[in-house]
């Protein structure tokens, strides 16, 4: 599979020891060469110093493309407005338009939502912020030698969120593939969806996708999951149902090392199954931890398999 793209999925650092630790598996994530790597944002703006300064890092530093989670939850037209103008002047030039979900306490309904109801309408607006720019191109942003600005008329990628397995809140596959559908129409470019347990989820989604007209590319999210524990949290962090195969073989294991070893391999088995069935590529969410995702890619065969097996940490 070697026209096969991959791409990695980051989270902005909350301590100094973990942006001490996201810098030493930054290293190895972008040694091994992605499309692009993608940094979270946290509902509501909660971080996005701390975002922005790993997106900074990655156009200074390397020459791997950074691509900006952006949330519209709560936010007006011109603080919406002044964050996308924020990422754009910092040199950013792909994003994941995301709608974001509605802040503690708050229920679907409640007025939490801001002047931008959903995805398709902050994709819209990144394209309109972009157009109207002024025509200028730099090539140094201060403090950051080597990232580039954007000037107007230039491309940006926009990428949305796409759900194999439904939007929690989605009340049919019809109204996740209209949704998926209008995101498009927006003017996004790429779906990055929602990670999955099972390969029929993501190929059925797909083949949905395609007879409702969605052409632009999906790119399948794929996870390591490396514990009983972590499973349990990701399926309460994102409303899919329990894979309770993946759940026993872990669970049949009685250490560490040999979870990893069955997380790493269900991730393998699931990627070689849907890698090559749309349009090459894989999104690797990697829990800011190198080891796993590595090894998966190793695994497909995106990457030169090593002789000694890095050390898992889970
Ligand atoms: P939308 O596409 O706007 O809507 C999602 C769903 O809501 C639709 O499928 C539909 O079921 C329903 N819906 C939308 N509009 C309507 C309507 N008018 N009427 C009825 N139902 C409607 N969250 C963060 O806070 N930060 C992140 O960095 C982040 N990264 C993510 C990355 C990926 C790849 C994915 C899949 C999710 C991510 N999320 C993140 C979570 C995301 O914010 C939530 O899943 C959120 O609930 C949906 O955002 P969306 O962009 O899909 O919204």
Known sequence: MTDATFSFELYPPRSARAEELLLDSLEHL????????????GAAGTTRGASLAVLLRLLGDTDVKPMAHLTCVGSSYAEATRLIREFLDAGVTSFLALRGDPPTGAVEGDSFLGDLGSAGELVQLIHRVQAERVPFRQLDVPGFPGAKRLGSGEKVTIAVAAFPNGHPRSRSVEQD????????????NLALTQLFFHAEDYLRFVD??????VTMRILPGIMPVLSPQRLHRIVE???ERLPTDLLRNLEAQSTPEGQAEVGIQHAIDLSRQVIGTDRPGLHLYTF???EAVLAVLRGVGLLPSQSAPEKESV
Not at 32 to 41: K, L, N, R
């Open 30 to 41: 972008v040694a091994a060469g992605p499309e692009f790597i993608s940094v979270t944002y």
């Open 177 to 188: 593939l209209d949704t998926l559908l209008a995101k498009e129409a927006a003017g996004a």
């Open 208 to 213: 949905q996708a395609r007879a409702a007209g």
């Open 237 to 239: 962090l994102t409303d």
């Open 288 to 290: 800011n931890q190198h």
